[in-house]
């Protein structure tokens, strides 16, 4: 067995040579069947313990994969920089398909320092993320092409990278993990929305679950089975050889947390524990920092693994496991989100019982937002408040097997023209004035006939940005591609070979993908209303010295506080008061709100009406170059 050099972590120098970390992911020597056998048992050595061996159906759902996974990282994180991408390497070449290979060093890397860019995980484990298209008369279908883009899966994985359950949790780690979840929801939603197909319902214990699920799921993955529809739960789960998991004590374990959601009050094993967005969420994922796993389980996760496993529930037949038995493939099957739509139940009670905002809370003395409004930059094709998206064919470089043979995988995918927000602010005070912009999107298809309470949790977060506004009145302009939504940028393979990475900012690789930003709308076009309210950015700010990284919304800051002081998802993060939208802009002075159309048109340069102006035209074409 190899021996470990147990250092602390900490004395290695920074690697600025992104490159030289590229062999952990695409090893450098070709894989005979030879080989992987000798790499397999290398590999295995390279964990350094005997209870670390490669997990061949690795779930980060699994508890026991969890903390061996974890054993692995602590492990590999010791090793001197070199030995570590060596050992990543030959594990990855014994291993070139394993998602649990991929987890750890990911891991591993980043638990020596944090601001390591690594390739994105679609190219080096491509049969994760790319199926072929899914076929079928199922009407769920109709939304494949969202659930199946890649940067979802990606955002998903690597959010769950760097947030695990079983390390102590990081900072706002459970509250966090409610909202970025319930953003995905309010996405799913807005698109289902488009598409007349209903706001996603929730299946869980109390909710749905003793009734045949309608949803099956066929994502062409290997190694991930399929489900046909009308499946039934079964009452007991079995996991290996000694885990079982029965149905009823997930039914338990809602009951406890809705009671105490209710009460206020966790029960701690030293006694009981105000309830907070934070807690709670903490105890629902179940992390480390659960209230009490033995009243509150391990539900979340649970959960996954049961509906991953409805096909052959004891493990009788050996099949595979459903897609929602991994965080990349888990976002492909329509069961994630009615079952996420469960979960949110929980937290949405909580935020149901939160006293409401008055306007004092909300408003900011000195400043109001006279008006916004959205443009598609430098086009003059849709005019004010339109936005114009696409699908696409995007073409995938992926590394399936020897590192020097890519394969490109093409894709339809959805995307828009880039747009800019002008927001005019105006700002009565004696000083200039640091205020933290929040930009919402929410469907009028929602919003329609019902109270703003009703429809509070589709409003989709689409930016959140600081600026400095002197007295007076100011234009304060923003662009899309700068959200704090999405991925900073996209950064290949062959960017970190050739060294085209900048230094600046830390890109975990956990974001919302750049080309999702924005749903997608209809052909006709789509009404959406656009809500903007500022804030004190000097009260609300963390450190209100430091602007927002992009993909903070949904992904925090690396190995810092969440740098936002408000409750994630402010001002919709409770229940609401105010009637509707217009009456909240009414009322509160610093908020104000614009009716936009989403046009999904054949290709970007498409027109709504054929009289074509060949200025107009070239404008627009200059936009997607
Ligand atoms: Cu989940």
Redesign the pocket.
């Known amino acids: 067995m190899k021996p470990c050099s147990c250092r602390s972590s900490s004395s290695f120098p920074r690697y600025a040579a992104h490159s030289e970390l590229l062999p952990a992911f695409l090893p450098r020597r070709h894989t005979t069947r030879d080989q992987i056998l000798s790499d397999n048992a290398r590999a295995n050595n390279c964990l350094c313990s005997p209870s670390c061996e490669v997990i061949d159906d690795f779930s980060t ?1 699994s508890e026991a994969h969890m903390i061996q996974a974890g054993c692995a990282v602590a492990q590999l994180a010791r090793l001197p920089r070199s030995s570590l991408v060596d050992a990543l390497e030959t594990m990855k070449a014994g291993h070139p398909h394993s998602e649990y290979v991929e987890y750890i060093s990911r891991r591993a890397l980043h638990a020596q320092d944090p601001t390591l860019i690594l390739p994105p995980i679609h190219q080096t484990l491509p049969s994760l993320f790319f199926g072929p298209p899914e076929g079928g008369r199922d009407p769920e279908h109709r939304l494949s092409w969202w659930r199946e883009d890649p940067g979802i899966a990606t955002h998903h994985f690597n959010w769950h990278i760097y947030y695990p359950y079983t390390e102590p949790p990081r900072d706002r780690q459970g509250e966090l993990f409610a909202y970025m ?1 319930q953003q995905m929801l309010a996405r799913y939603d807005f698109e289902r929305l488009a598409l007349d197909m209903g706001r996603v319902t929730a299946y869980g214990p109390g909710y749905g679950w003793n009734s045949p699920l309608k949803e099956g799921c066929n994502i062409r993955i290997p190694g991930k089975s399929f489900r046909p529809a009308n499946m039934p739960l079964a009452h007991l789960y079995r996991f290996g050889w000694c885990s079982v998991t029965l149905v009823d004590v997930l039914s338990r374990h809602k009951d406890m947390l809705f009671y105490s959601v209710a009460r206020g009050i966790l029960e701690g094993p030293e006694g009981n524990i105000p309830v907070s967005m934070d807690h709670l969420g903490n105890t629902v994922e179940a992390n480390m920092g659960s209230a009490n796993k033995k009243i509150y389980g391990n539900l ?2 649970q ?2 693994n049961i509906i991953a496993s409805m096909n052959d529930p004891e493990g009788e037949y050996g099949i595979e496991k459903g897609p929602m038995i991994s ?1 990349a493939t ?1 976002p492909k099957d329509p069961v ?1 989100y009615r ?2 739509k469960f ?1 949110d139940a929980i937290f949405e009670t909580f935020r149901y019982n939160q006293v409401p905002y008055e306007v004092e809370d909300l408003e900011m003395a000195g400043i109001s937002l006279e008006s916004v409004s959205l443009n598609c930059h430098g086009n003059k094709v849709g005019g004010d408040n339109a936005l114009i998206t696409f699908m696409k064919e995007q073409h995938y470089v992926t590394y399936p097997g020897n590192p020097e043979q890519p394969v490109t995988v093409t894709k339809e995918i959805l995307d828009h023209v880039p747009f800019r927000y002008t927001i005019k602010v105006r700002n009565t005070g004696a000083e200039p004035a640091l205020l933290v912009f929040r930009i919402f999107l929410a469907s009028c298809v929602g919003l329609e006939g019902g109270s703003l309470e009703e429809v509070r949790n589709t409003f989709v977060e689409m930016d959140k940005f600081v600026d400095l506004v002197p007295p007076g009145i100011l234009e304060v302009s923003r662009e899309s591609t700068d959200s704090s939504v999405i991925l900073p940028e996209e950064i290949t393979v062959d960017d970190i070979k050739s060294g085209r990475v900048s230094e600046e900012g830390v890109r975990c690789g956990c974001g919302w993908p750049r080309n999702l930003l924005l749903p997608r709308g209809t052909p006709g076009g789509m009404k959406a209303k656009v809500f903007v309210i500022a804030t004190d950015w000097m009260v609300d700010g963390v450190n209100p010295d430091e602007a927002l990284p992009g993909s903070v919304s949904y992904c925090g800051k690396t190995n810092a506080p969440y740098p936002d002081k408000r409750d994630m998802g402010f001002p919709f993060d409770r229940a609401i008061e105010f009637g509707s939208v217009e009456e909240m802009e009414r009322k509160v002075r610093n908020c104000v709100t614009a009716t936009v159309t989403i046009s999904q048109r054949k290709h970007p340069q498409q027109r709504p009406s054929s009289p074509k102006d060949p200025q107009e035209v070239e404008n627009s074409f200059v936009l997607v170059k």
């Open positions: 759902f979840h979340h996760n959960g996954h965080t888990a994630f079952w996420h979960i």
